[in-house]
């Protein structure tokens, strides 16, 4: 297998949560729902070519999803509004989307960065990372150190862009600074290509940072790096999320023994395929709701939800069960929201809703 196949695979796989009790969640929550009518006229969407990649919840209540190849789109007033380089994208290609506390939206892109304010988009570019070397030029596009990844602004206001192979540049509206480069694999050229796909602000004001080239997570406590690596049960780290008891929830590859990893400040407990009722050990994405449940996106698998002690298949409508579910999100009126490049699906409590 080439080394470009084996990067392919590794990229698109991810996990789910089984248990037995797998329609717990849903009569649980149909016995409490509030749910509108059934004659409530839904937005509708055509899908993307290449579908939808990631969401956000904007702080004015209005949910953005991103494309891989046809920009952004803007649900507001129950319309959707299609943003493009012909409107000022900077790429049409969205890898995330995040908010500054002045209420801009900010892209990660293929093409570094863009700002919008609600009125016009504004291009950052990143510092620019060589794509020549003897690995990368095999794999480029699909490891494109420029593209920006992960968006975070921390509580000081400065901004945090992860990337596909260049570590991590924090921006203080000025200048860039590299960080985590130099850490995980030692690649065929003798380079570290270090993948950020997650970054999260804890509680207590400390920033992790994930890393998709074997260098686990690493934490910033303002003044250096502390790094976990044989603490986790897997040093190929998708995803870290901050829940709302300020517990820090890492989802692996599953490599090694790896699973869902939760670190409570003291120590890590990980979760298990064979042990505690997952269908794989591989994570895609975490969300906790307003309702304190998990829900855990699967790139090859079905969608579910963990509880806290027990772990089950989210079923919609006739008990029909979502696949490769890449990112979940929860709106204002506690709707449920995913998606993954073929199609985009909302969870009203009582029924699922295809919005295409």
């Not at 992960?150 to 260049?166: K, M, P, Q, V, Y």
């Not at 998606?339 to 699922?352: A, E, P, Q, Y």
Request: charged share 25%; proline share 1%; with cysteine.
């Amino acid at each position: 297998m080439t080394i470009l196949n084996r990067y392919c695979t590794f990229i698109i796989l991810s996990l789910v949560f089984i248990a037995c009790n797998g329609q717990r969640y849903k009569r649980e929550i149909n016995a409490t729902s509030n749910a509108r009518s059934d004659t409530s006229v839904e937005a509708k969407i055509a899908l993307p070519e290449n579908g939808f990649y990631c969401g956000f919840l904007d702080s004015k209540g209005n949910l953005w999803f991103g494309s891989r190849g046809n920009g952004v789109y803007k649900l507001e007033n129950n319309s959707f509004i299609n943003y493009t380089e012909k409107n000022g994208l900077c790429s049409n290609d969205i890898s995330c989307i995040s908010e500054d506390r002045k209420g801009n939206l900010w892209f990660g892109t293929t093409n570094g960065v863009c700002r919008f304010n609600g009125e016009k988009f504004v291009s950052l570019k990143i510092p620019q990372s060589d794509t020549s070397s003897v690995w990368l030029d095999k794999v480029y596009p699909i490891v494109n150190p420029n593209q920006v990844m992960s968006i975070l602004e921390d509580l000081e206001g400065n901004l945090w862009f992860g990337t596909n192979g260049a570590g991590v540049y924090h921006y203080d509206g000025t200048t860039f600074t590299q960080y985590l480069s130099e850490i995980g694999k030692i690649y065929e050229d003798g380079l570290q290509h270090n993948i950020v796909l997650s970054i999260v602000e804890d509680l207590k004001g400390n920033i992790w940072f994930t890393s998709l080239s074997h260098g686990g997570v690493s934490v910033y406590d303002g003044k250096e790096f502390k790094q976990y690596k044989n603490e986790l049960s897997d040093d190929f780290v998708r995803v870290a999320y901050c829940d709302k008891k300020g517990n820090i929830l890492i989802g692996t590859h599953g490599n090694r023994n790896g699973g869902l990893d939760l670190f409570d400040g003291k120590k890590f407990k990980t979760f298990h395929k064979t042990d505690d009722g997952l269908s794989s050990n591989n994570v895609r994405w975490i969300f906790e709701d307003k309702r304190g449940e998990f829900w855990i996106g699967s790139g090859n698998s079905q969608l579910s939800i963990f509880d806290g002690e027990h772990f089950s298949v989210f079923e919609g409508n006739e008990g029909q069960k979502y696949d490769r579910i890449i990112f979940v999100l929860e709106d204002t009126e506690n709707n449920i929201w995913f998606g993954n490049r073929n199609g985009l699906w909302k969870f009203d409590g009582n029924k699922v809703i295809e919005i295409k």
